[in-house]
């Protein structure tokens, strides 16, 4: 159960693979005080240099269903070709001792998460073009060339729900789109 009295506010950032969430959810948290990040959980495989606990908690497709199951997520989705999900008791832990949270997590979970925290804050991360998403993209070398066609053909669809948040923010500078989207947190907090 949430606080009322003490709930610190969960910011939701969601965008296209390879649109610069990552880089800016890192930049944003080292700049903002009192801002915690959740770790997802996700059936997706480690990726090199990835650590079980710190960028997600890597669990079997058996142990999601269960969790599924037993209710205990906030959110979740398949994405891409994997589960995603965030852990109800992880946000409401953060919200009730005052802290902000903030989720990188994919439309379909920002959209579930819309209608059960209605304050939450939805920012949508975009590229400033499809070819520059696609340079940046290739430019990680983490992906496969299927992984990296999947991850292109659902930027699209992505892109078309980007009208359904509060915020946009086109990362097109980096320096200056992690201005941006400090100055927005920290205009809501
Ligand atoms: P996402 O988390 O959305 O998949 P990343 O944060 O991993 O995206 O960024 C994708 C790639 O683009 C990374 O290699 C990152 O260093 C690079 N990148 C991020 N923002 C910018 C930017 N504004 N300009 C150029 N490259 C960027
Ligand atoms: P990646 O595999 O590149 O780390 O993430 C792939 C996609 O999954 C990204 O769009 C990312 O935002 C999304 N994602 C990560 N964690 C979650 C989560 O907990 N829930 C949902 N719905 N999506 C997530």
Redesign the pocket.
Same mark, same amino acid.
């Given at each position: 159960m949430l606080n009322e009295n003490k709930k610190g506010k969960l910011f939701v950032i969601?965008?296209?693979?390879g649109a610069g969430? /990552?880089t800016l959810r890192e930049k944003a948290l080292n700049d903002i005080k009192n801002l915690v990040y959740s770790i997802?959980?996700?059936t997706?495989k480690p990726r090199e240099g990835e650590v079980d606990g710190v960028?997600?908690r890597f669990i079997t497709h058996e142990k999601f269903k269960e969790d599924i199951e037993k209710n205990l997520f906030l959110?979740?989705?398949h994405?891409?070709s994997?589960f995603?999900?965030?852990l109800k008791a992880d946000v409401i832990r953060e919200l009730n001792v005052g802290n902000n949270v903030l989720?990188?997590?994919?439309v379909? /979970?920002a959209l579930q998460v819309r209608k059960k925290i209605f304050d939450a804050v939805l920012i949508f991360i975009a590229p400033p073009s499809i070819e520059e998403l696609e340079k940046r993209l290739r430019n990680r070398h983490t992906e496969s060339e299927e992984a990296l066609k999947i991850r292109l053909n659902n930027a699209a669809k992505e892109l078309e729900l980007k009208d359904g948040y509060d915020f946009i923010i086109i990362n097109d500078d980096l320096e200056r789109a992690a201005a941006e989207l400090r100055k927005l947190i920290e205009s809501q907090i």
């Open positions: 969601s965008g296209p693979s969430k /990552g997802s959980c996700t997706r960028q997600y959110e979740y989705a994405v891409h994997d995603y999900g965030t989720l990188e997590i994919d379909q /979970g």
